[in-house]
């Protein structure tokens, strides 16, 4: 089973910020959580990770609660190209890992 | 660029034919990878893992003589569907960990179409 719980889908508008939340209140001292993305009949594309603390990259922030229960991905400024579905994987620092992908949030992004 | 190639893209055959698909990783060795299907509007489900040199661990409820997986390579692992049927039309993407920063990190590839009529 997944790890992770995350809304089936959200609505954003346009130049807005998109907030997709993920659950992961199983997560181990070891684990950190990583962001996928997924546009539509593609291979998922890795967005962000983080252990502890938040994160930003060009892409989007990471914003972990400091029980690191649950985080949220933020797309500061979502466009028509961010419709896509978003994954919340937790996984070990080290060693190879399988995934098991959970449900995921379905994100559209309207004009 | 792109770190884990797949091939086909997309392959249409007729009903009980075999269809491999390849996946390469490009420009690093993989001693692991991994084969997902995923069925419209529904999440990847993971089929199983390939080891370079040694058999592939099938995740319950795969059909481990159905789906042949060959891993004889660090940069090749193949997806062979025998004798496909309608039900076996999906999206097939593999990927592979790779050491990044000091972390392991999962890459995909872009995905096999597969309809099979």
């Known amino acids: 089973d997944a790890k992770t719980t995350q809304p089936p889908s959200m609505d954003c508008a346009e130049g807005r910020a998109a907030n997709l939340p993920c659950n992961h209140s199983?997560?181990?001292?070891?684990?950190?959580v990583y962001w996928y993305r997924q546009i539509h009949s593609q291979g998922p594309q890795y967005i962000i990770h983080g252990l502890k603390n938040n994160e930003t990259n060009e892409m989007a922030s990471l914003i972990i609660t400091e029980d690191r229960k649950s985080s949220t991905l933020i797309l500061p400024h979502a466009t028509l190209r961010d419709t896509a579905v978003y994954y919340c994987i937790v996984r070990p620092t080290s060693g190879t890992y399988k995934y098991i992908f959970g449900t995921g949030t379905r994100l559209k992004v309207l004009a | 660029g792109a770190v884990v190639s797949q091939h086909p893209s997309r392959v249409i055959c007729k009903s009980g034919t075999s269809v491999k698909i390849e996946c390469r990783s490009l420009?690093?060795?993989?001693?692991?990878m991994f084969w997902y299907r995923q069925f419209p509007k529904k999440s990847l489900m993971l089929m199983a893992t390939s080891n370079e040199g040694s058999k592939a661990t099938y995740e319950q409820g795969v059909e481990k003589d159905k789906f042949l997986i060959n891993h004889a390579s660090l940069t090749l692992s193949t997806l062979t569907v025998t004798s496909a049927h309608p039900e076996d039309s999906s999206f097939y993407i593999c990927?592979?960990?790779?050491?990044?920063?000091?972390?392991?990190?999962?890459?995909f590839g872009p995905g096999t179409r597969l309809t099979v009529l």
């Open positions: 990927s592979t960990d790779r050491r990044r920063e000091g972390l392991n990190e999962q890459f």
């Open positions: 420009d690093f060795q993989a001693t692991t």
């Open positions: 199983t997560i181990s001292g070891n684990e950190y």
